[in-house]
């Protein structure tokens, strides 16, 4: 076993074996480098991670592979997760140098960290004149010992790239209407017609699209009952119709390889189950579509079941890779979730095998185009796809539509059976701060509007998890990553922003005080470690970090959203909830700092337009005034969560602590009181409020309506 074998990481762990003398990320290998003189090479990946697991077997397993990487290097392995900061600078290198990254991701390194080469996956031997990972290990490792003074300044110019490209040229925007109103007439026109999604293969869900497409739909600039409201909703419909959705246990892949959302990569990521629940939940909000709700519900209970600890905290993901049997060391991506058509007529009856196979487009020498499956892992298996709806099935079998619904349901419920007896995939148990406050902003969200408590308590417990684990008890600190009673790492501007997030939409859910004064807390600390004063927004990492070459600030919206996209809108959010004008002062520098992306490609950052639209609008607030547990309390509350207002905040005066608080912050909420014992409801623009509104009131207005 390798020094891997003491730490936490699920990723590290994986490789303690190898026969390769990994270090974790550290001063001991780097002043084993500089003693030794030699370069570094270090690898990046994350637990879940197919290509990683490919790369592993095939090199790092390979004992002549590994003694050449003994021979030559000091090797240091990172877990992105864990420590996105690294990730993140070094990534920036990769992209720079071959203009694509991913991982696992391989760079070489000075001992003085500076990296002079790069790449992603590199094959065990060379192949169609590239050259194999033994040989770039063979040429590197020469270069360094006959050339150490040119690679030396490659380095030199490679942290100087990095440095430039970090340089800020913050300004005001001419126009914040106009990176809005590229951006979407941009996903406009890449927008697949007929799958969904945008562009070609492969294709990832990208939800923070979705978000800022459904807010400007809304905005009156476009057709609601068109344009971007129908791509928004045809994206969504065509990937819960898709492979990429489990049919079976719930929950989301990570992405599609092809156009048609068929063949996904099989990982599961927490971070996706978050956003997309968020999407579906806005998704019914507009249209009030029950199947929205549904996709909500199967998402959610995934995580409920597979993805919660018993203390309450969500697991970071579920690999792609399972074994093909119990007692076997084959493995395959997709094992898991695949079928043959043989396997289902076994466990079927005729008629409803019938339904079942046309529905979901099971063929009996498989419905995988081999396009989709370079490696041919999935020749002659299935994975589930609506291909028809519910009712074109009915039709084509000449069945009623409800006997289909019920056939079908009956039979996921058989094969999920059967498929919870396979070797389940391996799950990345760490606790991710960041990734937890995503999830809670989900649960919490979906609680409010579909009125399930559940979902709410669900919220609550991972928030009193973090608090009590994550959460340094004296500086009130956040960690990163908590696995088996073990933190890892300092928090990252991400795990506050997401985790400040989460607490404003659990406030906005149940209305406890102690969250959101929590999340004015974490505000607090935030600005002091990550806010650059000079330039605006928030580094990703604090200051003080030796072994970081350059503090960078994120500004790309991706499979996750940026810590500066959120914290953006966190901190609109808290002048509308608190009247906090040093919060708003401080949305529009992160503003400034973007406008160079946001008006060179806005469609780059969604979920900074999302922050910027937000900033557009009206303050606007709902203030409920009544004892929280009351009934006419708790009708007011449901009444201001009909629809979708992404725009409006809500408060609750409770006539206890947590009106006092609110009002020390601002003293007119003091006087919302109810009105002779009954509930009340107030419409506010900037605190400045309309006469208020009984129950029975609202109820006349909506006759009248």
Same mark, same amino acid.
């Given at each position: ?51 990683? +697991?490919?790369?592993? +077997?095939?090199? /790092? ?21 864990? =420590? #996105?900061?690294?990730? =993140? ?39 169609? @004149? ?22 030396? =300044? ?64 809304? &905005? ?29 246990? @719930?929950?989301? +892949? ?54 919660? *600890? #018993? ?16 007692? &076997? ?7 898991? /979730?695949?079928?043959? !058509? =043989? ?31 370079? +490696? ?32 079908? !349901? %009956? ?50 417990? %991972?928030?009193?998890?973090?608090? *009590? ?54 505000? *607090? ?89 937000? *900033?557009?609008?009206? @303050? ?22 009909? @629809? ?28 919302? !009181? ?32």
């Amino acid at each position: 076993m390798n020094r891997l074998s003491t730490t936490s990481s699920p990723y590290l762990l994986q490789h303690a074996g190898n026969p390769v003398e990994w270090y974790p990320w550290g001063e001991e290998a780097f002043e084993r480098a500089r003693r030794e003189q030699k370069p570094i090479f270090l690898s990046i990946g994350y637990s879940t991670c197919h290509w990683c +697991h490919v790369m592993a +077997h095939e090199s /790092f397993e390979d004992p002549a592979i590994a003694e050449l990487m003994n021979r030559e290097f000091i090797n240091v392995k990172v877990d992105r997760e864990e =420590r #996105p900061d690294v990730d =993140r600078l070094y990534m920036s290198y990769v992209q720079g140098l071959t203009g694509s990254g991913g991982w696992p991701m391989s760079v070489w390194l000075t001992p003085e960290l500076k990296p002079f080469f790069g790449g992603t996956y590199f094959p065990p031997e060379d192949r169609h @004149g590239r050259g194999g990972f033994p040989s770039i290990l063979s040429q590197i490792g020469q270069v360094w010992r006959e050339n150490r003074e040119n690679v030396e =300044r490659e380095a030199a110019r490679s942290v100087a790239l990095l440095q430039a490209g970090a340089t800020a040229d913050p300004r005001t925007l001419a126009d914040p209407m106009t990176p809005l109103t590229r951006a979407a007439d941009y996903f406009q026109r890449t927008f697949d017609e007929q799958w969904g999604g945008f562009g070609s293969s492969p294709k990832f869900p990208r939800p923070s699209v979705l978000f800022f497409l459904l807010r400007q739909a809304r &905005s009156g600039s476009m057709d609601y009952n068109g344009g971007l409201l129908r791509i928004v909703l045809n994206t969504l419909e065509r990937m819960a119709s898709g492979g990429i959705h489990d049919h079976l246990g @719930g929950g989301f +892949h990570r992405y599609s390889v092809d156009r048609a959302w068929h063949v996904p990569h099989f990982e599961k990521m927490l971070y996706d189950q978050a956003q997309l629940a968020m999407g579906y939940l806005e998704a019914f909000q507009v249209t009030g579509e029950e199947s929205h709700a549904g996709v909500v519900r199967d998402i959610l209970g995934y995580v409920q079941k597979e993805m919660t *600890s #018993p203390e309450g905290g969500f697991y970071s993901a579920e690999d792609a890779d399972s074994l093909l049997r119990y007692g &076997s060391e084959e493995h395959a991506e997709g094992a898991f /979730f695949v079928w043959t !058509k =043989r396997e289902i007529d076994s466990v079927l009856e005729q008629n409803a095998g019938e339904i079942f196979c046309r529905h979901y487009g099971i063929r009996p020498e498989g419905n995988v185009d081999p396009s989709s499956d370079p +490696h041919g892992e999935l020749t002659g298996k299935n994975v589930l796809m609506e291909q028809v709806t519910l009712r074109e099935t009915a039709g084509v079998l000449g069945i009623p539509m409800e006997e289909v619904g019920a056939s079908l !349901k %009956a039979s996921r419920e058989i094969l999920f059976g059967i498929r919870e007896k396979r070797p389940r995939p391996h799950r990345d148990d760490k606790i991710l701060c960041a990734w937890n406050g995503l999830m809670i902003s989900a649960f919490a969200r979906a609680g409010a509007s579909l009125g399930v408590q559940d979902y709410i308590l669900s919220a609550e417990r %991972a928030a009193s998890f973090l608090r *009590s684990r994550l959460r340094n008890p004296d500086s009130g600190l956040l960690h990163r990553s908590w696995r088996d009673g073990r933190i890892v790492e300092a928090g990252f501007a991400e795990d506050y922003a997401f985790l400040i997030q989460g607490l404003l939409d659990l406030y906005e859910a149940n209305f406890g005080i102690a969250w959101l004064k929590w999340a004015t807390e974490l505000q *607090s600390i935030m600005d002091r470690l990550f806010w650059d004063d000079e330039e605006g927004g928030y580094f990703s990492s604090a200051e003080g970090d030796p072994h970081l070459l350059l503090r960078q600030k994120e500004d790309y919206d991706g499979a996750e959203p940026s810590a500066n996209s959120v914290a953006a809108l966190n901190l609109l959010r808290f002048s509308r909830l608190i009247g906090d004008s040093v919060a708003a002062e401080k949305a529009s520098r992160i503003f400034d700092l973007s406008a160079p992306v946001l008006e060179g490609m806005p469609s780059s950052v969604p979920q900074l337009l999302v922050a910027l639209g937000y *900033s557009l609008s009206p @303050g606007r607030q709902i203030v409920i005034a009544g004892l929280r547990e009351a009934g006419d309390t708790i009708s007011l509350i449901q009444y201001s969560r009909e @629809g979708f207002h992404p725009d409006q905040v809500t408060l609750l005066a409770d006539c206890g602590e947590g009106q006092k608080w609110l009002a020390e912050r601002v003293p007119s909420l003091l006087e919302m !009181k109810p009105i002779q014992g009954n509930a009340v409801l107030y419409r506010c623009e900037e605190f400045t409020c309309s006469a208020p509104v009984t129950l029975s009131e609202l109820e006349s207005l909506r006759l009248l309506e």
